[in-house]
Each structure stands twice: as structure tokens, then as C-alpha cells.
């Protein structure tokens, strides 16, 4: 696992969008800033999600995964996509809120 800081600005808590999301979908959100790649992507499946951010949150499935996720592609925060099978998430607007020194390929 590559060493990755991440840093998460005060100014999110007084954002419209993060400021309307289900607690789901803010957890989401915030996970994913630190499960992404140096340019902003991770994975999105909602079984790996589901494993990485939800492990002890028994309650959660995978269905609610999809309702989140769908949230955050309404409120403009992901861009979800698909390569060879696999689903992916882009957080927009990442490199106007992370500066990444030595960003790998």
C-alpha cells in the first residue's frame, strides 16, 4: 500500500452538497477521499465498499451502497464509471481540493 496523506478542510462541514447528504453517503464520501488513487479514483463496486468502509456497520448492504453512491453522482460529488467489468468512482473536483506531490501513474 502505497503512503498517502489526505487532507479533509474544515470548509467541508459548511458545504451545500456535503451539507445534504444521508449519513451513508457522507461516510461514503469522506472514505473515499482516502481509499482513492493519487489522481482522484477508486473503486466503487458496492461489495468492496461495503467490506472498506462499512465492515462494522452490520446493518448496512449492499443495496444501501447503491442508494448512496447514487447520491453522491446527484449532488455532482463522484463520477461513477466502468472498465472491464469493474465500477470506479472519479471524486470530482480533487485536484482543486488535494495537492499531490509525486503522484504515481
Not at 55 to 84: F, G, K, M, N
Request: contains cysteine; neutral net charge.
Amino acid at each position: 500500500m502505497s503512503r498517502r496523506i489526505r487532507t479533509i478542510k474544515p470548509e467541508i462541514l459548511d458545504d451545500d452538497k456535503t451539507a445534504s447528504l444521508s449519513h451513508v453517503a457522507w461516510r461514503l464520501f469522506v472514505s473515499g477521499l482516502t481509499l482513492s488513487d493519487d489522481h482522484g479514483n477508486l473503486r466503487a463496486g458496492a461489495t468492496y465498499l461495503l467490506g472498506q468502509v462499512f465492515h462494522s456497520c452490520p446493518a448496512t448492504d449492499t443495496e444501501t451502497i447503491h442508494r448512496a453512491v447514487d447520491e453522491l453522482v446527484e449532488a455532482a460529488l463522484w463520477q461513477v464509471y466502468t472498465v472491464r467489468g469493474q465500477t470506479y468512482a472519479h471524486i470530482r473536483g480533487w485536484s482543486k481540493h488535494q495537492r499531490i506531490d509525486n503522484a504515481g501513474k
